[in-house]
């Protein structure tokens, strides 16, 4: 069992910047993709980066040239640092680690609010 611990989510202006992280421990031997998702209320839950062991990554297209997704290996760590928020970047963040395409695993997801 993997478990996954995220942090740095809270209430920020429009504008401002964020830094979010995800930890994994227990059984990380295996994990290949590292992302974050996002669920707005009464939407689904939609992909916001992901990024490879190697660092390649993919992004959606709304947070392009605002977030940023990076990796830590050796700690199994990873990050997203999110600039230039917007309103519609309000959303629970999930956390998600991926084994293979059948074996993945979800943090419990952090709140973060944009507002003025």
């Known amino acids: 069992q993997v478990q996954l611990v995220e942090s740095g989510g809270g209430l920020v202006q429009p504008g401002g910047s964020l830094r979010l992280s995800c930890s994994a421990s227990?059984?990380?031997?295996?994990?290949?993709?590292m992302g974050w998702f996002r669920q707005a209320p009464g939407k689904q839950r939609d992909m916001v980066a992901l990024?490879?062991?190697?660092?390649?990554?993919n992004s959606a297209g709304s947070v392009k040239g605002r977030f940023t997704i990076s990796r830590d290996n050796a700690k199994n760590t990873v990050y997203l640092q999110m600039d230039t928020l917007k309103l519609e970047d309000t959303a629970i963040y999930y956390c998600?680690?991926?084994?293979?395409?059948?074996?993945?695993?979800w943090g419990q997801g952090t709140l973060v609010t944009v507002s003025s």
């Open positions: 998600y680690v991926q084994f293979s395409p059948t074996t993945v695993a």
């Open positions: 227990g059984s990380t031997l295996g994990i290949e993709l």
């Open positions: 990024i490879g062991p190697s660092g390649i990554t």
